[in-house]
């Protein structure tokens, strides 16, 4: 028999408490609190998180209403460094305002967040921005550079905006790189502000862009979010951030011990054994598991 800790309690290692402890202090956590403290809020909502997604079908209160997670993904390594909550009615463009610019960084945006103005604030801070252009803006063609296109890459222009606002909005030229998926053979034209990476590296960053999509996924389904213990904006933000943390907190699992599984089984894993006392790194490196056979997810394709 083993003696040791149990599964949970060697997870908890991984969490920053010191950070933790700082977070309280910041947001005054502790304020008019008795005896259930915030850590214990915590790991009660944390364990709850784990079991469930192991129990599907468990359901709590419902009411109609719709919440966005706005992130920002760190694609080095899958993690949210930004993620604001906000209602279903706030469209993805007004939380550019709000995003914290780090020179030399390369944003990838989705095709909503297309505003000239706010993608010549990003240019104007001296970082990078990859998005997709819609079918009917105007631009002035200036100049292409060659390409290979064997590779994709149809097209690498150099291009200025037409209209009185669009000009107004963004003054200076942009980069134009139409690519085609050989593949599936579908057509795609992104807009940039980078003019030194290679026209297929950045149809090739644009991929990456599933990354958030995958990290969606797995909030949406694997951590079993379809319901909610409460509906107050508090409860559901509560809540929304708990999944959140055990989300970053399995990346990090996965990342410390160099477990091969994906983020999914590892949940999995966990979700089984998290009262076992059983060696952690051992648990996640011997256990048999099957990859289920039919993929639940019901995400759309990013290039759709």
């Known amino acids: 028999m083993n003696f040791g800790k149990t599964v949970f309690a060697q997870l908890l290692k991984f969490l920053p408490i010191y950070e933790f402890r700082k977070c309280i202090q910041r947001y005054q956590g502790t304020y008019k609190v008795q005896t259930f403290s915030c850590w214990d809020q915590f790991l009660d909502s944390t364990l709850i998180d784990l079991c469930l997604s192991l129990f599907p079908w468990a359901q709590f209160r419902k009411r109609k ?4 997670l706005h992130t920002l993904l760190d694609l080095r390594g899958n993690i949210p460094t930004l993620i604001i909550i906000t209602q279903g009615k706030i469209h993805d463009v ?4 709000e995003l914290p610019l780090e020179a030399g960084a390369i944003y990838i945006l989705d095709r909503g967040c297309l505003d000239f103005g706010r993608l010549y604030t990003i240019h104007r801070s001296s970082a990078f921005f990859i998005t997709r252009a819609k079918s009917n803006f105007d631009f002035q063609h200036l100049y292409s550079q060659p390409v290979d296109k064997t590779t994709g890459v149809q097209a690498d222009q150099i291009i200025t905006l037409q209209g009185f606002y669009a000009q107004k909005d963004y003054p200076e030229k942009l980069r134009r790189i139409r690519y085609v998926d050989l593949e599936n053979n579908r057509r795609f034209v992104f807009l940039t502000n980078n003019s030194s990476l290679p026209a297929l590296t950045i149809a090739e960053l644009y991929h990456c ?3 958030i999509e995958l990290f969606f996924k797995w909030i949406k389904q694997h951590l079993r979010m379809k319901a ?4 107050s904006e508090n409860a559901v933000k509560t809540q929304i951030w708990i999944a959140i943390a055990v989300y970053v ?7 410390r011990l160099k477990i091969d599984h994906s983020l999914y089984t590892i949940l999995q894993i966990l979700s089984v054994s998290l009262f076992e006392k059983t060696a952690l790194y051992q648990l996640l490196t011997n256990f048999k598991y099957k990859l289920p056979t039919e993929d639940p997810s019901n995400q759309l394709n990013l290039f759709t």
């Open 228 to 231: 909610f213990y409460g509906t």
């Open 94 to 97: 007004n939380i550019l305002d």
């Open 249 to 255: 907190l399995v990346a990090i699992v996965k990342k």
């Open 65 to 68: 209403a719709a919440v966005k």
């Open 209 to 211: 862009r599933w990354q």
